[in-house]
DNA sequence: TTGTACGCGTTATCAA
DNA sequence: TTGATAACGCGTACAA
């Protein structure tokens, strides 16, 4: 902008600090005053500078929000929320994608100092205790979705009821040979969201009385090639897991792939769940467990706007539920397909 | 940040200048004493104060992204050049979500003037020569992607080419009946994609010298539901076409969904063809014609950086093209079946 | 080579 | 109810 509060002041023939206090709403100020720096405002087209306002406000209106692999439906369905509300609220959404540990560690150790953001929302990241207690040092608000921190509030989904209930339903169908696909983060991420699913599995398993089969665990990126290269390990295995289930939809769209490669049956021979509910689950006829993303993005960036309007509240943890959505990818286990057949086929 | 510049100035037993030189690397500072105020620098973890240095270079560090429905496919795998250039460059990425053509206003009439990004990138939104112009007099700079404007550099992909080419395989495939089912934009917006896509497609079928049916063409919202509603009504008429040809693959994929309801066989009784080469469309083995999206994102952006060091180029029009995929959706037409096999039980 | 003082556009304080 | 003026934290002429 080139006009300033005080070319206003100066044509409306008063003092700068009127002129503020018009822009301000603030009281104390004579209406016929008002009225006429009103239009004076109007006729020069004038508009405060941001810049030079959170100089002194310390505020930007800008909110960060630091997610891995933010083009990830997973994460865009949580952004879809997050985005709303903040739109809502004038206030801008920065993005800081992460694709690796050091990136994101930069990030986390840059993001305090540089005030650009007014709080920040993180998402599927681990926060280390030293990390958040910096941020509380800094002063700057957080909230953590699908993370958690005992220091800072966090919304989250039980990950090991969800595994346990994805687990207990395969189970259910008679499935006992199951396979899980679990998820890592390329770099060193530590996910608690991958641990969390694989303590839900060990749970239902332990509860039916089957044995661990370490052959029968994977670990891959949360993605399709992932998901679809630790399938070919556990599909091409000598005895085949009559289900799958898998840490995430995309990896679950993975396991899809390699069994259609493999000429295996969906769901006949092999039995597929995954975990999420992103909206192309649907499409796919993929049984899931479906977490609550949009809502999570919504109540997490809605916290972060209270902090930073009220600080010093008390950190608290959210909890959601994953809730199973049925679809076509599973079906009761036969003795007479799946393993079985493949082991009548190895017999010969 | 508590610390200033004043503190290392003092700490250090220099001036403010002098710190102020050696933080912007400013020639002009004796070695030991830049050695000394380092130090002093590294010892307070002092960080310049970006509020306060933007205050004097009018730079916000900052690049708005302005696009509708970010969370689209097609859209994040622009985003994704996007992002992965802007991170190198350590600039911030500020996303403007659009849902509505008031909103798209707002912020073509707001952005200008808040100073808070030092550029702004538009995806496949419509600029209007006024708008493109308050851009110029505010000296913003602006690039278009999958949008055009001759005042304005603008990445495009020749979308007339790439329905003409969609079609003409389709014809070439035999078919003579073909639907399409062309995107609309919710609200007002008037893409010129649309447009673009309906002249290609009317040159082919021009060229063939096929007749045009008005009821062969609907119009629909550019995603998953939209092109299932068009398709339901495309696929229930009388004489149903044998070949659908969708402006996005999002819409194709609600294709798909209708012919299933409808116990229509892909590609036995009904070609389909998408349009945009989005990842899932892989997966489920759709003909699509590609737009490389991630290149026209990380072009754009480079165009915008380069624009906001050396402002005053003329704008440039940067063209691609999409490129025919085909896949599984799509087969020669057979007498046999489809419309005819309908006919033949309509007879009955 | 270095320090001082001013300006960037606001808001806030304090007399008047 | 108002206007002048001091911050806010930094960059940068200008003087030393």
Redesign the interface.
Same mark, same amino acid.
């Given at each position: 902008?080139f006009t300033t509060i005080h070319d206003v002041a100066r044509i409306a023939g008063v003092g700068v600090g009127t002129v503020s206090r018009v822009i301000n709403n603030s009281p104390g100020v004579r209406p016929s005053t008002r009225e006429k720096v009103l239009s004076v405002i109007a006729e020069l087209h004038y &508009?405060p500078?941001? #810049?030079?306002r959170?100089?002194i406000s310390?505020r930007?209106g800008?909110i960060g929000v630091i997610v891995p692999f933010?083009?990830r439906?997973f994460i865009?369905?949580m952004? &879809?929320g997050v985005?709303s509300t903040l739109?809502h609220l004038e206030k801008?959404?920065?993005?800081?994608?992460v694709e690796n540990d050091s990136?994101r560690d930069r990030y986390f150790t840059e993001l305090p100092?540089?005030? &650009?953001v007014d709080g920040l929302l993180v998402i599927s990241l681990p926060v280390a205790d030293a990390v958040s207690s910096s941020f509380k040092d800094?002063g700057l608000q957080v909230v953590l979705v699908d993370a958690y921190s005992p220091y800072l509030t966090s919304v989250v989904v039980d990950n090991i009821q969800g595994a346990y209930e994805a687990v207990k339903y395969l189970l259910s169908l008679g499935h006992r040979r199951i396979g899980f696909i679990n998820g890592i983060i390329e770099g060193n991420f530590k996910f608690n969201q991958a641990n969390d699913r694989l303590i839900g599995f060990h749970r239902a398993l332990g509860e039916a009385g089957l044995p661990f089969s370490p052959e029968l665990v994977q670990t891959s990126a949360w993605d399709?090639d992932g998901g679809k290269a630790a399938a070919m390990q556990l599909l091409t295995l000598k005895k085949r897991p009559s289900a799958i289930f898998a840490a995430s939809d995309m990896q679950a769209?993975g396991v #899809?792939?390699a069994a259609r490669m493999l000429h295996i049956d969906i769901p006949g021979e092999l039995s597929v769940i995954g975990y999420d509910g992103i909206? #192309?689950s649907e499409?796919?006829e993929l049984t899931t467990m479906h977490q609550p993303t949009l809502q999570m993005g919504e109540l997490g960036i809605a916290r972060l706007i209270e902090q930073i309007e009220h600080p010093d509240q008390a950190p608290e943890l959210i909890r959601f539920n994953a809730t199973l959505i049925e679809r076509r990818t599973t079906s009761p286990y036969s003795a007479d397909k799946g393993t079985d057949a493949f082991d009548a086929i190895e017999a010969l």
């Open positions: 902008m &508009k500078d941001p #810049i030079a959170s100089m310390k930007t800008a933010f083009t439906p865009t369905e952004l &879809k985005e739109a801008e959404l920065v993005i800081y994608n990136q100092m540089r005030r &650009k800094a399709r769209i #899809i792939e909206e #192309i499409l796919l």
